[in-house]
């Protein structure tokens, strides 16, 4: 079960938002009263309440807002008892002052903003000796392996327990709490309305990663990335896992650079996890602790797709053909997916993309210069792939067959950017943008006005994901769902 916070200042809207997300299909909420202005009315909030409530009152110290009199706060939750409320939260160190009474349903709670104790089986005993219906232990994720403990120490307990990991590292906790045995797990009325780090929507927990059918058969796939937050792969694979009927579900996980080893060798298969998406900043070093499965993995020292496998895990780079199969569309028919001798490819940008496009074209005998806004690193990528490079600042003195955005310029919400002058662009050219967020970036409209032929960073990004969910299926997908999702996605974005 999910249930869904509400913090409004107004008791006119709590109820209001309550009697929607009921409409939704919410079953259960939770009243933060900490949140509301003014004196509060426990009855008006109570009475004809359209689904069952968990009455919290958080102080400041547990992530509240509430930093009155502790006397009169501990009154008021006993006056919800009193109301009738189906559950009240009570935090660890105050339970014993708040006694038992009627119907309602005691969750014995402990936040900690800062980590996840050492020592979760102690504290969670303690915890069993106040008189508690639930047990919820929310902490601050600062590995992925804490995401592990405390979904373990809930799968393992006699008492139902709500076990979470707060931040964005502790995402995963969310999703797959019902899967190891928690009551409910909470989520907020709306992703722009959070009342604890991490917390997701009612909607993207339904219909995005449908909680509710989440097994221990369901398998599990995800995206590995530091920052993860505004990745769109979970709702491309999600959506195409849903269409096809799989019991399946991918999700974010934030793993930090010097925590990749024990995240792929330890909290994937402990948490059944069967393959994953790898991008910034992992590409490179994941390649070190996977088995190689295609050449291209070889080639350009990166892996974008790992899949858990007995003997594995095994690495693969959907990004080459992805990035190859993208430019073919705008080229004449005899080099298609053929030799690119005699053509001269300007590619901006050394990072993992880059890397990648450059070895790709390199194998079709392009002639290929590099160039970054960083010397250094275009020295350093076109001597490792015996290429040119050229400085930044001169890029504009070639005259490419096909000009490649490699670089993060011109993304969401740098929209008004472009890494190469429109004076250079020439109708004879092929113009491909990396970037998917937007589509029509300012390179890609400059480029459509100088009449050139373009590629946009959406044709990459949907045929990456596409072989990426071959590699996990060993079924096609289709491509059209996923770039209508990614399209839907990102004029979301840019609208919010």
Not at 88 to 96: F, G, K, P, S, W
Not at 138 to 157: F, G, H, K, Y
Not at 171 to 198: D, H, K, Q, V, W
Not at 276 to 290: C, M, Q, R, W, Y
Request: proline share 5%; net charge neutral; glycine share 10%.
């Amino acid at each position: 079960m999910i249930c869904v916070s509400i913090g409004r200042g107004r008791h006119k809207h709590v109820i209001a938002e309550h009697k929607h997300l009921v409409e939704q299909g919410a079953e259960l909420c939770e009243l933060r009263l900490d949140y509301i202005n003014g004196t509060i009315k426990l009855r008006r909030l109570l009475e004809n309440r359209p689904s069952p409530v968990v009455v919290t009152y958080r102080r400041e110290r547990d992530g509240g807002r509430y930093n009155g009199d502790e006397a009169e706060r501990q009154m008021v939750l006993r006056t919800a008892i009193a109301e009738g409320a189906d559950y009240i939260d009570l935090e660890e160190d105050i339970a014993a002052a708040v006694p038992r009474y009627g119907k309602t349903k005691r969750i014995i709670s402990y936040h900690n903003f800062r980590e996840t104790p050492a020592d979760l089986e102690g504290l969670h005993k303690k915890m069993q000796q106040c008189d508690p219906d639930i047990i919820k232990i929310a902490t601050m994720a600062n590995s992925p392996q804490d995401n592990v403990r405390i979904l373990e120490l809930a799968r393992n307990s006699e008492i139902p327990t709500i076990g979470l990991c707060m931040g964005d590292m502790g995402m995963p906790s969310r999703i797959l709490g019902g899967r190891f045995g928690c009551p409910f797990t909470y989520a907020t009325s709306s992703n722009e309305r959070t009342l604890a780090p991490g917390q997701i929507g009612f909607r993207q927990m339904v219909d995005l990663y449908r909680y509710e059918e989440i097994t221990d058969n369901t398998e599990l796939f995800g995206v590995v990335a530091d920052p993860v937050g505004h990745s769109l792969s979970p709702h491309l694979h999600n959506a195409a896992f849903s269409e096809q009927g799989m019991d399946r579900r991918y999700l974010p996980f934030r793993v930090p650079r010097e925590h990749l080893s024990v995240f792929l060798n330890e909290v994937c298969p402990q948490l059944g996890v069967k393959g994953l998406s790898v991008t910034i900043p992992h590409k490179e070093v994941a390649a070190k602790f996977v088995k190689v499965a295609d050449h291209a993995v070889q080639g350009v020292g990166a892996t974008n797709t790992v899949i858990f496998g007995e003997g594995g895990p095994f690495g693969y780079n959907t990004d080459c053909a992805a990035a190859m199969e993208s430019i073919d569309t705008m080229l004449p028919a005899e080099n298609r997916d053929g030799s690119l001798e005699g053509m001269k490819v300007l590619v901006l940008g050394t990072g993992g993309v880059a890397r990648g496009i450059v070895w790709s074209l390199l194998q079709r005998k392009a002639a290929v210069t590099i160039t970054g806004r960083t010397l250094e690193n275009a020295e350093e990528l076109a001597k490792h792939f015996g290429c040119r490079s050229i400085h930044w600042d001169d890029r504009g003195s070639v005259q490419p067959d096909i000009l490649i955005n490699g670089t993060p310029v011109g993304m969401h919400p740098n929209v008004n950017e472009s890494p190469f002058d429109k004076k250079w662009i020439k109708p004879s050219m092929v113009v491909f943008d990396t970037v998917y967020n937007p589509e029509q970036t300012l390179l890609i409209k400059e480029a459509k006005g100088a009449g050139a032929r373009v590629v946009t960073g959406v044709e990459m990004f949907v045929r990456q994901a596409a072989l990426q969910f071959k590699h996990f299926t060993g079924v096609d997908t289709s491509r059209e769902l996923m770039r209508s999702t990614l399209k839907r996605m990102t004029g979301a974005v840019r609208t919010n």
